[in-house]
C-alpha cells in the first residue's frame, strides 16, 4: 500500500499566498501567530511541516478559516 505525503513546500507557497494577500510582514504575521519569524520563514520555505497547533495559530493571525488553507492546499496539490 502506497501512502503519498504532503509536500511542504505546497504547504510553505499556500500560507505566503495567504499572507501576502493580507499585506502582512513575516515579521508582523509570527508575532500575532506567538510563532518565531524564522520558524514561519522555514515554514514557508517548506522546509519545515508545521504541526496542527501551529497551523492553527498562523491561520488566525491571517485571519483565515484553517478549512480555506487546507481547500487550496488540496487545489495546489492538483
Known sequence: MFVSTLDPLIVGEVLADFR????????VASG????G????S???R???????????RICTALNVKM???ILAIEERIK
Open 20 to 27: 501576502h494577500k493580507k499585506g502582512l510582514s513575516q515579521e
Open 32 to 35: 500575532l501567530a506567538d510563532i
Open 37 to 40: 519569524r524564522s520558524h514561519l
Open 42 to 44: 522555514a515554514i514557508e
Open 46 to 56: 517548506g522546509e519545515r511541516k508545521p504541526t496542527l497547533e501551529t497551523l492553527y
Open 67 to 69: 478549512s480555506d488553507v
